[in-house]
């Protein structure tokens, strides 16, 4: 059974950072493209970064230069480091596992908050 558990969301001021993580099992974690999504309210879910299995990753311009994606594979755990956070980073943000084997999966998701 493929799971994807995200964790870290919370509440952080403008300018702070947060760390998210996604603990992955059920399928082999090192073969699949990873990334993360999120979707605000009232808007349509957008990716925001991914990472392939060659580690090449790709950001939304949104994010360029603030959030790093980063994988580790001994511990089936893909992170979405946050920093300089922006009242528009609010969203659920949902994990994200590509592959031939198992398709494409979704985590539950996790609330990030910006606000003062």
């Known amino acids: 059974q493929v799971q994807l558990v995200e964790s870290g969301g919370g509440l952080v001021q403008p300018g702070g950072f947060l760390r998210l993580s996604c603990r992955a099992s059920g399928f082999t974690f090192s073969s699949a493209i990873m990334s993360w999504h999120r979707q605000a309210p009232g808007k349509e879910r957008e990716l925001v970064a991914v990472?392939?299995?060659?580690?090449?990753?790709h950001y939304a311009d949104s994010v360029k230069g603030r959030f790093t994606i980063s994988r580790d594979n001994a511990k089936n755990t893909v992170y979405l480091q946050m920093k300089n956070m922006k009242p528009e980073d609010t969203a659920v943000y949902y994990c994200?596992?590509?592959?031939?084997?198992?398709?494409?999966?979704w985590g539950q998701g996790t609330q990030v908050t910006v606000s003062s």
């Open positions: 994200n596992a590509l592959s031939e084997r198992i398709g494409r999966q």
């Open positions: 990472m392939g299995t060659g580690d090449t990753t």
